[in-house]
């Protein structure tokens, strides 16, 4: 069965490459030791306070409380994501060194107005965003704009959805339709549709489309002053004959990436054996399911961006960019970024961190976020103390 966990920082900068995401099934047990994988070393309590990036006193926006930011858990199944990789973090010095988007030189690719002495990726890149398609229809509307809405209140980055891509089926073929090109005037230069045909898997109840053709031609859609591209689906996609699905893939170079919200659903049951076995086999109220779909579909978003923003998995706490290796492990990680991480994105955009706070604890009330509410109360009331 293919290891499919989400998408690293590594393979997110290179097209070449990708990691998955599947469920594997309850091949742990959490009463049985779990080893760390070979040659993985735990950081110790001073490592995990010198990752976060203070020579000196740590600011209490960063502060590590223990009753807070919790140690990265140990792992409870074999196919948990440091049961597996010798992941060697990242700490806020080696992010300042490495990110792209702090350098004095522009980035390939990018045609934003770039100011090389800004201190931060808005200052060097004014006017940048990033944008959110949806590829084929949402069964819930609502769902889409809420993506982005929490996306922006997380990342203190301007976040645009773009017109749907037309995703049509015929027979046992799906097609990727390409709208008219209009002209500077405004008028469309043909009225001539383009369809590209897409590389597909199906049987008689369920439908597979290959992630690399979407990727192919999402390119072709970035905006003048995109940081980035995001695509998302409802349909479930895979990599290579092999996968029993993935979650997505990212071309990191060309600041693209697709990801499907299909296995997201709690009403589904999915096969570990064969990538045609769904079954909806869970039943509960609406509004429940379609607040954990959101939920898991924040959490998401939010991590493969900051992928493409250059913050990579976190090994110092209990953290949003933690690796997962399956989708139970994803599922039961924190949505919230540790001091570490908090850090990086900080300096990375230049938010108040307050009232990023408050703007995330709006989203959490408004959507029934129970535990993200307190959270976020806690580190509002401490901060403003």
């Known amino acids: 069965m293919p290891r499919q966990p989400r998408t690293s920082a590594n393979k997110v900068k290179n097209v070449s490459k990708k990691e998955n995401t599947s469920f594997q099934g309850n091949k742990g047990n959490d009463d049985q030791h779990i080893p760390w994988a070979e040659g993985f070393k735990l950081p110790s309590e001073k490592q995990c ?120 089926l015929e027979g046992d073929a799906v097609f990727w339709v390409e709208e008219p090109l209009a002209g500077s005037s405004g008028r469309r230069i043909s009225e001539r549709k383009k369809r590209h045909q897409l590389s597909s898997r199906h049987t008689s109840k369920h439908l597979q489309v290959c992630v690399d053709s979407n990727l192919m031609q999402l390119r072709k859609l970035l905006p003048s002053d995109a940081i980035c591209l995001i695509g998302l689906t409802e349909f479930d996609l895979f990599g290579e004959e092999s996968d029993l699905f993935v979650a997505g893939m990212a071309a990191g170079n060309h600041r693209v990436a697709i990801f499907s919200l299909y296995r997201y659903d709690p009403c589904l049951n999915f096969s570990i054996e064969h990538w045609f076995d769904v079954t909806k086999s869970k039943s509960m109220p609406e509004v429940d ?27 110092f706490f209990d953290c949003c960019m933690n690796g997962s290796g399956h989708l139970t492990e994803d599922f039961r990680q924190s949505m919230h970024l540790c001091p570490v991480d908090l850090h990086k994105l900080q300096t990375l955009v230049g938010f108040n961190i307050i009232e990023r706070y408050k703007n995330l604890h709006q989203f959490y009330a408004l959507h029934g976020f129970k535990e993200e509410v307190n959270w976020t109360q806690r580190r509002i009331n401490k901060l403003c103390g």
Request: proline share 7%.
């Open 289 to 315: 399911r379609k607040r954990v779909i959101l939920q898991r579909g924040c959490k998401l978003l939010v991590h493969e961006i900051c992928h493409l923003l250059g913050l990579d998995h976190c090994i």
């Open 49 to 168: 306070v010198d990752a976060i990036g203070f020579p000196g006193e740590i600011p209490k926006e960063f502060s590590p409380e223990k009753d807070v930011f919790h140690p990265i858990p140990k792992p409870s199944n074999i196919d948990d994501w440091l049961a597996q990789y010798n992941e060697g973090g990242q700490t806020y010095k080696q992010f300042m060194s490495e990110c792209p988007w702090l350098s004095t030189r522009k980035r390939k690719y990018m045609s934003n107005t770039f100011i090389s002495g800004g201190r931060t990726m808005r200052d060097k890149y004014p006017g940048g965003k990033i944008y959110v398609v949806p590829v084929g229809d949402f069964s819930d509307n609502s769902l889409f704009h809420n993506l982005l809405k929490y996306t922006e209140d997380f990342l203190g980055l301007p976040v645009l959805p773009l017109a749907k891509i037309e995703i049509e």
